[in-house]
């Protein structure tokens, strides 16, 4: 199984700030990487998907790099709205699924 | 707009049957594939099955032996059933629009808790 390790697993920023959250796979899995946000209360949302893409109607601060095993998804400038958990999600071994344990971007 | 809805039983006892229904409006769920996942706090986000509209499915090795994932096109439904619950199945269970790499539309989630 592959697994995903995040880091930090807490990110203690202000609004306005740069956030910069990584997702380490313990084998390469090319570009099949996926970012999600999930805000409690609420179901994970779509951000980006094959390691840079952004989703439908997700906002250009939101951008994801990365291949192999290394991978990050930066939020340019902190909106209020961004301060939630973010799960990264691989699924080159198909049809295994795997998730990283989150990381929280709280407000500092 | 496509929207997922999730309902169950919200409270089942150990060893019981969990039945869950996902209904899909605003698109068909003729030739998309689609996933159920559950969270719980202990082991985060877990993928369960998934199942294409040919009736083609797929499970979790971890859960194989008690899962059923169905769909029935004529109400644009599908369904989950996990057999022998116990405390370890208490999550909030997720159906999910499977994109193959990556799930792209989700249900707001319904909370199933297991306690004698």
């Known amino acids: 199984e592959i697994v995903l390790t995040q880091s930090p697993a807490t990110l203690s920023l202000s609004p306005g700030e740069r956030a910069t959250l990584s997702c380490r796979a313990s084998h390469r899995i090319g570009s099949y990487l996926a970012w999600y946000q999930q805000k409690p209360g609420q179901a994970p949302r779509l951000l980006i998907y094959?390691?840079?893409n952004r989703a439908t109607g997700i906002p250009a601060r939101f951008s994801g790099s990365g291949s192999g095993t290394d991978f990050t998804l930066t939020i340019s400038r902190l909106e209020p709205e961004d301060f939630a958990v973010y799960y990264c999600?691989?699924?080159?071994?198909?049809?295994?699924?795997?998730f990283g344990g989150g990381t929280k971007v709280e407000v500092k | 707009q496509v929207q997922l809805q999730e309902s169950g039983p919200g409270l089942l006892k150990p060893s019981e049957t969990l039945s869950l229904t996902c209904s899909v409006s605003g698109a068909s769920i003729s030739n998309y594939y689609w996933s159920w996942i559950r969270q719980s706090p202990g082991k985060g986000l877990e993928w369960i099955a998934y199942?294409?509209?040919?009736?083609?499915?797929n499970y979790n090795p971890s859960l194989k032996s008690r899962v059923t994932i169905s769909m029935d096109t004529s109400k644009n439904q599908l369904s989950l059933k996990l057999s022998s619950v116990t405390a370890a199945d208490t999550a909030v269970y997720y159906c999910t629009r499977d994109r193959s790499l990556y799930f792209d539309l989700w249900g707001r989630g319904t909370l199933v808790t297991v306690s004698s």
């Open positions: 094959e390691a840079s």
């Open positions: 999600q691989q699924r080159s071994d198909w049809p295994s699924v795997t």
């Open positions: 199942i294409y509209s040919s009736g083609t499915t």
